[in-house]
C-alpha cells in the first residue's frame, strides 16, 4: 500500500504560481504512476497531469502550458508547478498512485482569487 500527502495548496491572485507536493510512503514508489487530479464544488473530479513510472506525461487541455507535473522518485514525490492560475483553476487538487489499485491523498486547496 502507498500511502499519499498532498501540500503546497493555499490562496493566489491571477496569474499567481503555486507548486503542489505529494510525498509518498509505504511501498516502491517508483514502480508507480502518479497523477494529480481536482475536483471544484458541483463538479467532476477531473485528473490535471500524470506522469508515468518512466517520466512519460500528459496533460488536460485546460492546463497544458500552465502546468508541469515531475517526480522526484529519491525523494519519494510528485510535484504539480502551476503558472499563469486562473480562477477557474480552483478546487481541491488530489495527489493519485495507481498501480494494481489505486491509491488516494488527502487533497489540498487551491484558490485563485484576487
Known amino acids: 500500500q502507498v500511502q499519499l500527502v498532498e501540500s503546497g495548496g493555499g490562496l493566489v491572485q491571477p496569474g499567481g504560481s503555486l507548486r503542489l507536493s505529494c510525498a509518498a510512503s509505504?511501498?516502491?514508489?517508483?514502480?508507480?504512476?502518479m497523477g494529480w487530479y481536482r475536483q471544484a464544488p458541483g463538479k467532476q473530479r477531473e485528473l490535471v497531469a500524470a506522469i508515468t513510472r518512466g517520466g512519460s506525461t500528459n496533460y488536460a487541455d485546460s492546463v497544458k502550458g500552465r502546468f508541469t507535473i515531475s517526480r522526484d522518485n529519491a525523494k519519494r514525490t510528485v510535484y504539480l508547478q502551476m503558472n499563469s492560475l486562473k480562477p477557474e483553476d480552483t478546487a481541491v487538487y488530489y495527489c493519485k498512485a495507481s498501480r494494481n489499485s489505486d491509491y488516494w491523498g488527502q487533497g489540498t486547496q487551491v484558490t485563485v482569487s484576487s
Open positions: 509505504g511501498s516502491i514508489y517508483s514502480t508507480y504512476n
